[in-house]
C-alpha cells in the first residue's frame, strides 16, 4: 500500500500510524497461544513433537529435536567460502562494538566504614530464538548471540523452526553455540521457559519471531526474562532537495520485504524528490523477488514544510531505523531524541547496520525507540546492590531509618534498628 500525502495531511496520518502500533493488545491468537504453552509445560518434548507435526509437517523423534554434530559438519558443504568469510568479519565487527558496552563492577568505601557497590553478573543461561518462515536469518544468531558471549553469558540455547537452514547453523557453529533444537513458534518460547526432557528451562529469551512467538513472550514473562516484543519492522527517512531518489526507494523497499506489516516512511521537505521516489518505487518494486510481500505493505511519502518537522515527527513515532538522507546530517542529530539507530548520510543504508557495522541490529519497534534502546551487552547483566554498614556508622543514621519508617506506619522497620542499640 502506498500513501502520498502533502503538508495539511501530515500529522493526520502520523497519529493514524501511531494509533496502528499496539503490538500484543487482545488479539485472537492468544488463546491458541495459551494452550500451546499449557501443552508443553505438562508434556514436554512429546508437545513439541506433535506440534511439529502439526504445524511444520515434520514427523521427529525426541532425539532428533537436538541438532548433531554430523548434521553441524553436513551445513558447512552447503555454505560457501564466501559466505564465512563475510560472517567472519561482521562477528569481528560485532564482536568490538559490543565490548565497548561492557561495564565495570565498582565498590566505595565512605566515613565510618560504610562499603556501597555494584557487582556486575552475567545472566546464566539463555535462549535464543532464530526465525524460519520468510527468509534465512544467520544475522540473527550474530547480532543476539555476540552481546551475551561479551557479557559472560556462560550458556546460550537455539531455538528454531524445522529444518533449520545451513546458514543459520554454521553462524551459530562459528560462534560456538552447542545447543541448538529445532523447535518453532509459541511451543519453542514454552520449552525454554519451562524447559522439557530435551530442552534446559532459561533465565531469559531473546530473538525476534511471528506473532505467535510475540506472545508467547509476553504470556510467559515473569517466568522467564525476554528482552522486547518485537513487532514488524519500520523505517523512517528525512530526505532534502539533495538526496538521491533511487537511493531512497531501493531503502524503503528493503525495509517492506521483511514483512507485509511492514512500515516504510519518507519525509521530505521536497515536492520533486517525493515525486521522484514514486516513480523510483515503481520501478524497482517489479525488479524484486518479495513481491508479494512488498505489495501488503505500507509506504507513507509525506510532504513536509521543513526538515525540523520531519525530525519532530521522527520523534513522535520512534522508528525503528532513521535514516537521515540531508545534507550534513550530523547538524540535526542532536535534535533526534527517539530513534532505535540513525544512519547518517546517502551511503549510510539500514542494510549495513544489518548485517556488518557493529551495532546492533535488533531494536526497538513500534515506537517503543520513545523509552527502550537496541539489544546490548546490558541486556544479559545483572546489577547487585552491595550494602555494608558498621554498628556506628547505623548509629548515625539510626534516628533517620526511624523517622522515616514511622511516617510511612511501619513499625517493624523502625524496630529492626531499635534491637539493635537497645
Known sequence: MLKICRQDEVQAVVDEIIAGKSLVDDLPQEKAVREIISQVRKHGDAALL?????????????????????????????VSPEFIT???????????????????????????????????????????????????????????????????????????????????????????????????????????????ESIPRVDKIVGPGNIYVALAKKLLFGVVGIESLAGPSDVLIIADGDAEAEFIAADLLAQVEHDPEATAILCTNSAEILSEVQKELES??????????????????????????AVEIANQLGPEHLELEIGSPQRILEMVKNAGAVFLGPHSPVAVGDYIAGPNHVLPTGGTARFASPLGVY??????????????????????????AEVEGLDAHARSIDVRFS
Open 284 to 309: 524497482q518494486s517489479k525488479k524484486l523477488g518479495r513481491q508479494g510481500i512488498i505489495e501488503k505493505a505500507r509506504i507513507y511519502l509525506l510532504e513536509v514544510a521543513s526538515i525540523k518537522q
Open 379 to 404: 541486556d544479559f547483566v545483572k546489577h547487585q546492590s552491595i550494602i555494608g554498614y558498621t554498628k556506628p556508622a547505623l548509629k548515625s543514621v539510626w534516628k533517620d531509618i526511624k523517622t522515616l
Open 50 to 78: 506433535n506440534y511439529a507435526q502439526q504445524f511444520d509437517q515434520i514427523k521427529m523423534t525426541a532425539g532428533e529435536l537436538k541438532i548433531s554434530q554430523a548434521e553441524i559438519d553436513a551445513a558447512y558443504k552447503k
Open 86 to 196: 563475510s560472517l567472519t568479519k561482521a562477528i569481528q565487527n560485532i564482536t568490538a562494538y559490543h565490548r565497548k558496552q561492557k561495564v565495570d563492577e565498582w565498590f566505595e568505601t565512605l566515613p565510618l566504614d560504610v562499603l556501597l557497590g555494584q557487582r556486575v553478573i552475567p545472566i546464566e543461561k539463555v535462549g535464543l530464538y532464530v526465525p524460519g518462515g520468510r527468509a534465512v536469518y544467520p544475522s540473527s544468531v550474530v547480532m543476539n548471540a555476540i552481546p551475551a558471549q561479551v557479557a559472560g553469558v556462560k550458556e546460550i540455547i537455539l531455538v528454531s523452526p524445522p529444518v533449520i537452514n545451513p546458514h543459520v547453523l554454521v553462524a551459530a557453529s562459528e560462534l560456538g553455540i552447542k545447543q541448538i533444537f529445532q523447535v518453532g513458534g509459541a511451543q519453542a518460547i514454552a520449552a525454554l521457559a519451562y524447559g522439557t
